[in-house]
């Protein structure tokens, strides 16, 4: 049974850094997709990373672009997102997921199974 498991959320004030980690067990993800998506209250889910089995190819929400970084470790089964100069309108629940029929990874469709989500808030 495929599962994933978020952690690393929190509260952090405007500029801070979080690191979000995901671990996955159940197969071997090494050959999948692996994103990062989150949902703010009152709004959809929506992308911010994603990044291909062999941990090159990655993409990003343009908002995030420099100041996320997306990465993974197969041999932990394991993906990662550095979040730096964090701002309130980061705020939302991170979801990781994975996508085993490898699709773009850009949207939630295209993803097999997901985390429960970790809670991350900034403060102004």
């Known amino acids: 049974q495929v599962q994933l498991v978020e952690s690393g959320g929190g509260l952090v004030q405007a500029g801070g850094s979080l690191r979000l980690s995901c671990a996955a067990s159940?197969?071997?993800?090494?050959?999948?997709?692996m994103g990062w998506f989150r949902q703010a209250p009152g709004k959809e889910r929506e992308f911010v990373a994603r990044?291909?089995?062999?941990?090159?190819?990655?993409y990003y929400k343009d908002s995030v672009k420099g100041r996320f970084t997306i990465s993974r470790d197969n041999a932990k089964n394991t993906v990662y997102l550095q979040m730096n100069s964090l701002n309130p309108e980061d705020t939302a629940v991170y979801y990781c997921?994975?996508?085993?029929?490898?699709?773009?990874?850009?949207?939630?469709?295209?993803?097999?199974?997901w985390g429960q989500g970790t809670q991350v808030t900034v403060s102004s």
């Open positions: 990044v291909r089995g062999s941990g090159v190819g990655t």
């Open positions: 159940g197969r071997t993800f090494s050959r999948y997709t």
């Open positions: 997921a994975v996508d085993l029929s490898g699709g773009s990874g850009y949207f939630t469709s295209e993803y097999d199974y």
